[in-house]
């Protein structure tokens, strides 16, 4: 005798939304602390600053590395996501006058020009909307990092690279071709300014990939 049996197959689909990674930036009453993309710094210790602000320009930029330098603050810039592992975004420990210049919000400017093949673009704008904005003209990027979500001002500032033998390299700081700086001055100049470098300058190459020594990058 052949027994018969039936089975009720059920399929299920799961839809998932990727979420953008939290902020590592938080902040209380008694000041700030600053984590990395993997949660945690390789000496195990924590990263403070007193405070942190938010520019949306790069005149407020300017300002907030103006006030840092006239107040005799340690200040670093930081991306949205931190995405680094070495402490290259700590300005110190609790305890010291330190502020943290967030370029999370400073992402507003992008401007292609299909015609020169160039592209602008504010220093906390993150590769994918780059990515996405030079497309949109027919254009693509030479060189590229693995991941697409840090930032422009970040990778670049850094030497984050892709794998490419082509032209230039892989390394995306190679097709730099000007950058736009904000560095401490004197008094009489505000205690910041604005400076632009291009391949001519004799400190383009050291600008470029500086890791926020020569400055806050701004474009």
């Given at each position: 005798?052949?027994?018969?049996?039936s089975?009720?197959v059920?399929?299920y689909f799961?839809a998932?939304?990727?979420?953008p990674p939290?902020?590592?930036?938080r902040?209380?009453d008694?000041g700030?602390?600053?984590?990395?993309?993997?949660g945690v710094?390789g000496?195990r210790?924590?990263c403070?600053a007193?405070?942190?602000?938010?520019p949306t320009?790069?005149?407020e930029?300017r300002l907030?590395v103006?006030?840092?330098?006239?107040?005799?603050?340690?200040?670093?810039?930081?991306?949205?996501?931190?995405?680094?592992?070495?402490?290259?975004a700590c300005p110190?420990?609790a305890?010291?006058k330190?502020m943290?210049?967030s370029?999370a919000k400073?992402?507003?400017?992008?401007?292609?020009?299909?015609?020169a093949?160039t592209?602008?673009?504010?220093a906390g704008?993150?590769?994918?909307d780059?990515i996405d904005s030079v497309?949109?003209?027919?254009?693509s990027?030479v060189?590229?990092?693995?991941?697409d979500g840090?930032?422009l001002?970040?990778?670049?500032s850094t030497?984050?690279h892709g794998?490419?033998?082509?032209?230039?390299g892989?390394?995306?700081?190679?097709?730099?071709?000007?950058?736009?700086?904000?560095?401490a001055a004197?008094?009489?100049?505000?205690?910041?300014?604005?400076?632009?470098?291009?391949?001519?300058?004799?400190?383009f190459?050291?600008a470029?990939?500086s890791l926020?020594l020569?400055?806050a990058?701004?474009?």
């Amino acid at each position: 005798m052949l027994v018969m049996r039936s089975f009720l197959v059920l399929t299920y689909f799961f839809a998932a939304h990727a979420l953008p990674p939290p902020s590592p930036v938080r902040c209380n009453d008694s000041g700030c602390t600053i984590t990395n993309s993997y949660g945690v710094w390789g000496d195990r210790k924590d990263c403070a600053a007193s405070a942190v602000v938010y520019p949306t320009t790069e005149e407020e930029l300017r300002l907030a590395v103006a006030e840092a330098v006239k107040n005799q603050f340690k200040v670093k810039t930081v991306s949205g996501t931190s995405h680094t592992m070495p402490k290259f975004a700590c300005p110190g420990y609790a305890g010291e006058k330190s502020m943290l210049i967030s370029t999370a919000k400073l992402n507003n400017g992008i401007e292609v020009d299909a015609a020169a093949m160039t592209v602008i673009a504010d220093a906390g704008v993150g590769l994918r909307d780059l990515i996405d904005s030079v497309e949109e003209e027919g254009l693509s990027l030479v060189a590229s990092p693995y991941w697409d979500g840090v930032s422009l001002g970040g990778l670049i500032s850094t030497g984050a690279h892709g794998s490419s033998w082509w032209g230039k390299g892989g390394a995306v700081h190679d097709h730099v071709v000007r950058i736009n700086l904000v560095v401490a001055a004197g008094p009489s100049e505000g205690f910041a300014k604005v400076i632009e470098l291009d391949k001519q300058s004799p400190i383009f190459n050291a600008a470029i990939v500086s890791l926020g020594l020569m400055g806050a990058i701004s474009k």
